[in-house]
């Protein structure tokens, strides 16, 4: 492990900013799903939530022909939706009725360039989506005065829960799950706003997020504390691998749908990290070691009702 004296001290002295100013902590770090947002234009930002749909319903197995037969009428709930709930406005032009957005922090801004990415939003729709997209805003020409709650309702929360209660037909994110601080207490509230048979579908980053070193797994090497002590209130990667979602999964019983890697390391970078693991992450077998991101979708089953 490499991480350097100069290195450890620097991110324990950002970790208190983070402390004490987390919202303009999260605004200054430009934090998306995207990657680095200043390169991006909004007709990619665009894309960029277009193909999340496209990801989130090929997940759950339905094909393009049945997505509005899927979507109509049904309660999402998102979490993390970052500076535009994209996904949100794209999920109602296609029939859902409501999206719930929750996050920690008040990312969302309709302003500058975010307006031109929902002007490239719209662009994309047919006439009815386009009418179904507009009731998403309290006054369609001036996306900047709000969103109409009956149709997207964001919520912050400083926990990252929703406190919602059987009300959502679908509860999905992309990478969030990585950065949430309390885990099972973010699937506690999932399933809690979930109505029995709803379902669930999540992409999450597992990789470092900048904050490695040399070998890309050796941000699993700091112990805890030490980690702690670094990144605990800038809403960096919490680490944990697929084995824990694996545990987490089947203590809430619900019916597991797909659990499935998105791209994989060699081998050989886990061999060399392994003998200089962090306690939490020595017991998960070499195979889940090389993930670098996951799909996980489930259903609430009836019994939990
Ligand atoms: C990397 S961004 C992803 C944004 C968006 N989903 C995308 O794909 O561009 C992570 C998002 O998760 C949010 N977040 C972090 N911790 C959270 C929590 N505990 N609950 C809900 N959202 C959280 C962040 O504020 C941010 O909006």
Redesign the pocket.
């Known amino acids: 492990m490499t991480y350097s004296l100069t290195m450890i001290l620097k991110a324990i002295a950002s970790n208190q900013v983070a402390r004490f100013a987390p919202s303009q902590y999260?605004k200054l770090t430009g934090?998306?799903?995207?990657g680095d947002s200043t390169k991006e234009t909004p007709a990619d930002i665009a894309q960029y939530f277009r193909q999340?749909v496209i990801d989130y319903l090929d997940t759950l197995g339905i094909p393009p022909s049945g997505r509005a037969d899927f979507l109509q009428d049904k309660v999402v709930l998102e979490?993390?939706?970052?500076d535009i709930p994209g996904v949100a406005l794209l999920l109602v032009a296609y029939g859902a009725r409501k999206v719930y957005c929750?996050?920690?922090?008040p990312?969302v801004s309709i302003a500058s360039k975010n307006i031109s990415v929902i002007h490239e939003l719209a662009n994309m729709l047919s006439a009815s989506e386009r009418q179904r997209f507009n009731q998403c805003f309290k006054n369609p020409q001036a996306p900047e005065v709000g969103f109409n709650t009956e149709c997207i309702e964001y919520l912050v929360r400083p926990s990252?829960v929703s406190g919602l209660q059987d009300e959502v037909d679908i509860a999905l994110?992309?990478?969030?799950l990585e950065?949430?601080?309390d885990l099972d207490a973010?699937f506690e509230d999932m399933l809690q706003a979930m109505k029995p048979g709803a379902i669930s579908v999540h992409q999450v980053d597992l990789r470092s997020h900048g904050l490695h070193v040399s070998n890309p797994l050796d941000f699993l090497a700091p112990p805890t504390w030490l980690w702690q002590l670094m990144h605990s209130h800038k809403?960096v990667p919490n680490r944990w691998r697929a084995d824990r979602y694996e545990q987490i999964i089947r203590r809430l019983g619900v019916e597991l749908i797909a659990f499935k890697p998105t791209t994989v390391f060699d081998q050989s970078l886990v061999t060399t990290i392994r003998p200089v693991l962090a306690t939490p992450f020595r017991q998960v077998g070499n195979e889940q070691l090389t993930w670098q991101g996951f799909w996980l979708a489930f259903r609430k089953v009836n019994s939990h009702a």
């Open positions: 999260v934090q998306t799903g995207r999340c979490y993390g939706p970052g929750v996050d920690r922090f990312l990252g994110s992309r990478a969030v950065h949430v601080n973010t809403g």
